[in-house]
Every structure is written in structure tokens, then in C-alpha cells.
């Protein structure tokens, strides 16, 4: 499998607080990896570090091409968009914004890829909670990044409007993207991820996939692997 990045013996310390405690991560073509961990455990701070936003205290991250950054897209969990406009009119804005120049036609085509094909003059604030995550997914997919970033792209949403996300995901993961994306849902993740990598007080704490981590903790479910993970952490 090609590596799109590798991040080696990663170190970030706040002030005087580390965070990170030499974080080692590959993420591969074509997977869906999963990120877990409690909140504070330095996941954010990771991702930060692998997309070039912040600068790590020690540590490398070599990246598969040049320039990677044009070839990134980045879901955060804000709604990226103008609530009073239509989900196309948001298309249009977000690729004038990038410079991009596509007709309308294409940014119909990239709306219909996320399932958003009847919706692309409905306003976006009108939009039901799983639309404005997939419109959300959609402008990330502009410029037809090779590898994605989602966080939490189902935080808050139903079980339908997560189910349609993540069908989503698969279909963006079979069509060759790399997908890294974090939840706290560990069912969810067991579903999604090719593989798992689980971070705990800046330490990479397990990491492989979720048959193997069953197998290796002799758990039913990853859930119980994170609470066995996590039990010293108050
Ligand atoms: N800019 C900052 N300045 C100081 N401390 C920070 C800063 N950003 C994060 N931290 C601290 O670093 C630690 C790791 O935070 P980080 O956001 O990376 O965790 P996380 O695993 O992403 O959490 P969550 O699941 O809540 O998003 C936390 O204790 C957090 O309070």
C-alpha cells in the first residue's frame, strides 16, 4: 500500500504541558483510517500537525507528494457555508473563493455525488442536519483532494442521515481518496474504518484493524477495547 503520510516520533507541548509524547502514524492509500481517544488525548493536535497548522516541538511528517496541501480537503466540524444561499450558490462562492473554475454543470455533478442532487437550491440553512454535513463534504471534494479529513462527520446527526454519510465515505474511499476521520462512536468506527488508531494521553495507545484489535484484546466489540484502553484515564 502506497503511505500518503507518515508522521514519525511526533512531540507538542503547550507552554509547559506535552500533549504529545512521540506520536508514530501512517496513513496508506486508500484507507479509511479512524482516529479515536478521549477528548483531550491529542487527536486534534495530531491532525493539526499532519495538515501543516501547527508546528511540532520534535518529530517529522514526510507527505506523498509535493505541495500535498492542494490535495487535501478538510471537513472541520463548522458548517463551512453562507446559511442565506443555496447549496449550489455556496458551490459557486466556496470555488470562486478557491479559484477554481467550474460551470455549474460540474458543481451539480459534485453536489449529486454527495446525494445532494434535488437539494441544490435549497438554501442552506434550510437544509436538514445529514444535507448540511454532506454539503459540508461536498465543497471539501472541489478540488478533488487524495486525501480527506473529516471530523466527526456524524457527530449529532440521525442514524439515517449517518448511515447516508457513511455510505458516502465509501463511496469516496472506493473511488481511491484516503479518508482520515475521528468520532467517538465506536460502533460506528467498527463499520467504517479499514483501521484504527487509538490515542491516549499523546500516545499512540493501539493501532491496526478492528478484526485485529478484537482479536489482540479479546474483546467483543471496540468499545470494550476502549474502556479497557482508557479505564486509568479519569
Ligand atoms: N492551543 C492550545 N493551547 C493550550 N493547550 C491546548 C491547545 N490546544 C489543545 N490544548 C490541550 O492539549 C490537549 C490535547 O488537545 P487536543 O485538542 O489535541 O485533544 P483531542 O484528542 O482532539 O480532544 P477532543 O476529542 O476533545 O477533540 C488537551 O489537554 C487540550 O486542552
Not at 479529513?149 to 455510505?167: Q, V, Y
Not at 472506493?174 to 465506536?186: N, P
Request: proline fraction near 4%; aromatic fraction near 6%.
Amino acid at each position: 500500500m502506497q503511505t500518503m503520510v507518515q508522521a514519525s516520533g511526533i512531540q507538542k507541548a503547550y507552554g509547559k504541558r506535552a500533549v504529545l509524547h512521540g506520536i508514530d502514524l501512517t496513513i496508506g492509500k486508500g484507507e479509511v483510517l479512524a482516529i479515536i481517544g478521549p477528548n483531550g488525548s491529542g487527536k486534534s493536535t495530531t491532525l493539526d500537525i499532519i495538515l501543516g497548522l501547527k508546528k511540532p516541538d520534535a518529530g517529522t511528517v514526510s507527505y506523498w507528494r509535493e505541495n500535498p496541501a492542494s490535495h487535501i480537503g478538510v471537513q472541520l466540524q463548522s458548517t463551512p457555508f453562507f446559511p442565506g444561499f443555496s447549496a449550489l450558490e455556496n458551490m459557486r462562492m466556496f470555488a470562486a473563493f478557491y479559484g477554481l473554475k467550474l460551470s455549474d454543470k460540474e458543481l451539480r455533478a459534485q453536489l449529486e455525488r454527495c446525494g445532494l442532487g434535488d437539494a441544490a437550491g435549497t438554501r442552506a440553512d434550510r437544509m436538514s442536519g445529514g444535507q448540511q454535513k454532506r454539503l459540508a463534504i461536498a465543497m471539501t471534494l472541489m478540488h478533488r483532494p487524495q486525501l480527506l479529513f473529516l471530523d466527526e462527520p456524524t457527530a449529532a446527526l440521525d442514524p439515517r442521515a449517518r448511515k447516508e454519510i457513511r455510505g458516502l465515505i465509501q463511496t469516496l474511499a472506493e473511488s481511491g481518496a484516503s479518508i482520515v476521520f475521528t468520532s467517538h462512536d465506536m460502533e460506528e468506527v467498527h463499520k467504517l474504518a479499514t483501521r484504527v488508531v487509538m490515542i491516549c494521553e499523546g500516545r499512540v495507545e493501539a493501532s491496526g484493524t478492528p478484526d485485529e484489535l478484537l482479536a489482540k484484546y479479546d474483546a467483543d466489540s471496540l468499545e470494550d477495547i476502549y474502556i479497557q484502553l482508557t479505564d486509568h484515564i479519569q
